[in-house]
């Protein structure tokens, strides 16, 4: 409880003070007697006083108990004088934690309550993955002529701690079961079931595939070929780099949340229907997932690992963690890494000798978009750094479900090299450029380009607004991924 | 959230302490200009030149980078002054023209009180509508007035050269029957040295200091423009050629030996002479000395070079700087001279009606034994200089003015008697009492006086309380019910402060025999007053 004093009134001695001496001066009695106003001023800012106590008892309520992310909550903060005496100016602030964002109303308030009246404010905040607790309202009254003020953290009953989960899943249920195998029918020719063509009789193919109507028909040896059936790995990877933490309006979950949060249920879809899927991300630091992080830089959820559920759930929920952070330190991060790395490079051919290393411009190779030149690379230079750390891990025969805001063209990059070497691809990407703004409109543009780019190397898009619940993305997508083109 | 800084914030005051100051303050400035009719015009100009100082110091305090907001700021700083002057020198000018001459001496020291009581009450009006606009929007603090400081500085360098170059201009072009006009003279004297010397002696001296000044004017060329760069580059960048670097030093020694060598010939020639140079060097060396040095083709070639390299020079160099730096941020900077070259421009449109118009009221308020000689010293002074220049030069000494006064402002205001966040309502507020106590001196009624210091007090409580709500709560919160009863209040208390006086002076008047009904109301009403207090304290 802190109790101050404002001097406040001590220029109505001034003034009692001036006009006396106007008074006397003109000799006006008017001006003389008038000096008492100011003095009944300096009577009043002496005598006002404020309770002793704060007699106040605070209630916050919120409209929804369980909010998903992004939802819009509404806090609704009651105060009552349950003191005997008139509060005239009584001013409380709701304490909202720092991550959540008020975006409708205001959590401070300044009313006047006589003893047993209520006051209510309320005001609407964006609910976010976690638990967010909120902290006491501070209250402060001051007295009427507001000499004196006395403020107090009041604690408030009802609702404290906000939280804010994704669906609940099943418990992740361990079984000894090895992998099986996918249920991909795949266009190459081989063992199965299902028929796709004949052949020529070679010596070694077994008896039972051999059409015995076609030898009976023309007396030729023919070979049946079935549809193979091979396993097929299904890999998601999650773009949380920088880039992508951004958010149409402030308060809701940035785009590389949303991505996140996408690749889990995705991963749960898939697990529950029998495929063996690995979880992977880009733009995620090493240090917090260790023992999952391989020394390419790439976190790796293999479905052979005993214990892959609960490393996915941990890359996964460590994937939001980062997602949330702010995304200027980590831009800047990168955008230093990248000038360390091709200042490495040795000066481009026809320099003169007698320049020195600083006139060579690294900065011109690094400010082109993730696509650093390298003569190196079978590609002849045309491969980021990342998507070939993330093609050398990839499994031959994989299909992969990429995660990202498509806010820049690094995706579309690595759809075009996935597609080069015949992975089977679909972009999931949430709709985080909505908005009026004409810089809103154009980034939504070039995003719809993106993804229309991305289409034309074969990656089958799902975009998924956010007005939207995730489940029609996903119910798009799925097909995709357990039935086959 | 700790206790102590839960509730900083930073927000505009909040709308209904803000309304509540400005109707007040309106109503009251009203009511005391009703007592000085004669000088209502000059107090109107001069809240009009306060609400432009407002309004400057809110733009430039916005801070928001755009250029246009400097010129109009700039643009405005002329009317800021026009309000001050007409405020402060128009009063004085109407009141010396109605109270002076005085019949007897015994009545001046009378007469000089009473102008000082009215000029009080204009002043203390001005003063309160100043403080009320400054505290809208809460703009006052030292980094805006220094910025509107600056501002005022910028402004007024356009029109001040603009006058300064007329001037000149006038006198240069001055001529009367006995000398020819300067200006006419001088190129063909500039000419006749530089180009045609007289071809009796030899002028080595100045032909060296041409020499000087075309090769190294040429070499400042030669560095400036991107010659190296366009002859040596094979495409991978290079910027060094050989020949130009050779051409550079050469031209550099030719201009340093030139240079070096001046002083010394001129010296040479000084002091020798035509006839000892001739007899020390032979006659047909020294006729030909003489053809070469003053030969009209060579010193021509070398004034053209430097004509030509030293614009080039300023161009090349301006053009730097100007892409160097970004176009927006040029352009904030230009803001202020564009607003005082569009001034400038408009003095110089408006020049002639205005002279006559300003000497011809200046003269009819002034007595009239000083009446005559002004007018005949200004129509002296208008022939001579033009009135153009006489306005524009009128124009820079009114930007100079405002920007002196926004320096005293700062300087006066936050030597410690006023703080940032009070001290617009504070100014309001003791402009209002200011002027309610000179209005009671000239005679305006007991209930003006009582009810002016009532509104002083209720401006400055409520502005104050305003201030502090907008910072602690905000202005998106609903608090006007808390603040209509803060000011009914202290409303209150007043009309309190005021029964008990109008009580007292009946009292003192009747010599404590109450009967009169007037003074049976003032007591109720002292009653009444007290019983509000008691309830509000409750």
């Known amino acids: ?485 | 959230m700790s206790t102590d800084t839960a509730f900083d914030g930073a927000d505009r005051p909040t709308r209904t302490s803000t309304a509540i100051t400005a109707v007040v303050t309106a109503v009251v400035v009203a009511l005391l200009l009703g007592e000085v009719r004669l000088l209502v015009w000059p107090a109107v100009v001069g809240s009009v030149g306060a609400a432009c100082f407002a309004a400057g110091l809110h733009l430039v305090a916005l801070d928001r980078g755009e250029p246009v907001t400097g010129v109009v700021a700039s643009v405005l700083t002329v009317a800021v002054a026009v309000g001050l002057l007409v405020g402060t020198l128009g009063t004085v000018l109407l009141l010396v023209g109605a109270f002076f001459p005085v019949e007897t001496t015994a009545a001046l020291s009378i007469r000089s009180l009473q102008l000082v009581s009215r000029l009080g009450i204009v002043l203390g009006c001005v003063l309160a509508v100043l403080g009320v606009l400054l505290g809208l929007r809460n703009v006052v603090d030292r980094r805006a007035l220094a910025s509107y400081f600056q501002l005022g500085v910028k402004t007024s360098v356009v029109p001040a050269l603009v006058g300064g170059a007329m001037i000149a201009g006038v006198y240069l072009t001055q001529s009367d029957a006995n000398s020819p006009a300067l200006l006419g003279t001088l190129p063909a004297t500039l000419g006749g040295w530089l180009l045609t010397p007289d071809p009796v002696a030899t002028h080595l001296a100045t032909l060296a200091l041409l020499v000087a000044a075309a090769a190294l004017a040429v070499r400042a060329a030669v560095d400036a423009l991107p010659i190296a760069e366009l002859l040596a580059d094979s495409g991978v960048g290079q910027t060094r050629e050989r020949r130009v670097e050779q051409t550079r030093r050469l031209l550099g020694w030719a201009g340093g030996v030139a240079l070096a060598a001046a002083p010394v010939v001129f010296v040479t020639e000084l002091v020798v002479g035509p006839a000892g140079l001739s007899g020390a060097l032979g006659a047909s060396f020294y006729r030909s000395l003489v053809a070469l040095s003053t030969a009209p083709g060579l010193r021509l070639l070398l004034v053209a070079a430097t004509a030509i390299a030293v614009p080039t020079v300023v161009a090349v160099r301006l053009l730097r700087w100007v892409a160097q730096g970004s176009v927006a941020a040029f352009a904030n900077r230009l803001g202020p001279f564009v607003g005082g070259a569009a001034i400038t421009a408009g003095a110089v449109v408006v020049a002639q009606p205005v002279v006559r118009g300003l000497s011809g009221w200046v003269a009819g308020k002034l007595p009239a034994p000083f009446s005559s000689a002004f007018r005949e010293s200004t129509a002296v002074f208008v022939d001579f200089y033009g009135a153009p220049t006489i306005v524009v030069l009128l124009v820079a000494v009114l930007v100079a003015v405002t920007a002196t006064f926004a320096l005293l402002f700062r300087v006066g205001v936050f030597a410690g008697y006023l703080s940032a966040e009070t001290a617009g309502y504070s100014l309001a507020s003791g402009g209002l009492f200011v002027a309610t106590a000179f209005a009671g001196t000239v005679g305006a009624s007991p209930w003006l006086v009582f009810g002016g210091l009532v509104g002083s007090f209720l401006v400055w409580d409520t502005g104050r309380y305003g201030t502090t709500l907008g910072e602690e709560v905000g202005r998106h919160a609903p608090t006007r019910d808390a603040e209509l009863v803060h000011a009914g209040g202290t409303l209150a208390v007043g009309l309190l402060g005021t029964g008990l006086a109008y009580g007292i002076a009946t009292t003192m008047e009747s010599g404590f025999t109450p009967g009169s009904p007037t003074s049976v109301v003032a007591l109720v009403g002292v009653l009444v007053g007290v019983v509000f207090l008691v309830a509000a304290l409750r």
């Open chain 1, 1 to 485: 409880m802190t109790h101050r004093r404002v001097e406040r009134w001590g220029v109505g001695l001034v003034g009692t003070l001036a006009l006396t001496g106007f008074g006397v001066l003109y000799a006006n009695g008017t001006l003389l007697v008038a000096a008492v106003i100011p003095l009944t001023y300096v009577l009043y800012g002496a005598v006002s006083r404020v309770p002793p106590t704060v007699d106040v008892a605070v209630e916050r309520t919120f409209d929804q108990p369980d909010p998903r992310p992004g939802d819009a909550v509404t806090v609704t903060l009651t105060v009552e004088n349950v003191g005997e005496r008139v509060l005239s100016d009584l001013r409380v602030i709701d304490g909202v934690p720092d991550e959540l964002a008020v975006t409708d109303g205001s959590p401070r308030a300044c009313v006047a309550l006589p003893p047993g009246e209520a006051a209510t404010l309320s005001y609407t905040v964006v609910a976010k993955r976690g638990q967010y607790d909120f902290a006491d309202p501070v209250v402060r009254l001051r007295s009427l002529a507001a000499t004196e003020t006395l403020t107090e953290a009041v604690a408030a009953d009802g609702d404290v701690t906000l939280s804010c989960a994704n669906t609940v899943t099943d418990a992740p249920v361990q079984d000894a079961a090895l992998p099986r195998a996918g249920t991909l029918p795949t266009d190459t020719g081989g063992s199965g079931l299902e028929f796709y063509a004949t052949r020529q009789y070679q010596s070694g193919d077994p008896m039972n595939r051999v059409d015995w109507r076609h030898y009976a028909k023309t007396g030729e040896f023919v070979t049946v070929e079935y549809r193979q059936e091979q396993s097929i790995r299904t890999v998601i990877l999650v773009d949380t780099r920088p880039v992508g933490r951004v958010t149409a309006r402030p308060g809701y979950p940035t785009g590389a949340e949303l991505c996140a949060y996408a690749g889990e249920r995705l991963y749960d879809a898939l697990d529950a229907a029998g495929i063996a899927t690995t979880v992977t991300a880009v733009g995620v630091d090493g240090d917090a997932l260790d023992g999952l992080v391989g020394p390419d830089g790439l976190p790796w959820v293999d479905p052979e690992d005993n214990a892959h559920a609960g490393h996915a759930r941990r890359v996964f929920s460590e994937l939001q963690d980062v997602a949330d952070r702010d995304a200027a330190t980590d831009a800047l991060d990168e955008v230093r890494e990248r000038w360390q790395t091709s200042a490495a490079v040795p000066g481009t051919p026809g320099t003169n000798g007698d320049q020195a290393p600083d006139e060579t411009e690294p900065v011109d190779t690094a400010m082109t978009a993730d696509g650093g030149a390298d003569p190196t690379s079978p590609d002849g230079g045309g491969t980021d750094e990342r998507i070939r750390r993330i093609l050398a891990r990839l499994p031959p025969t994989a299909q992969v479900v990429v995660c990202s805001p498509m806010l820049d063209d690094w995706p579309v990059e690595l759809a075009r090299a996935l597609s080069v070497r015949g992975y089977p691809q679909v972009v999931v990407s949430p709709d985080v450029t909505g908005g009026d703004s004409p810089g809103q409109r154009v980034l939504g543009a070039s995003r719809r380009l993106r993804l229309q780019g991305s289409e034309r190397v074969g990656a089958t898009t799902v975009s998924w607004r956010l007005d939207q619940p995730i489940d029609y993305a996903l119910r798009r997508s799925l097909p995709h991924l357990l039935g086959g083109r």
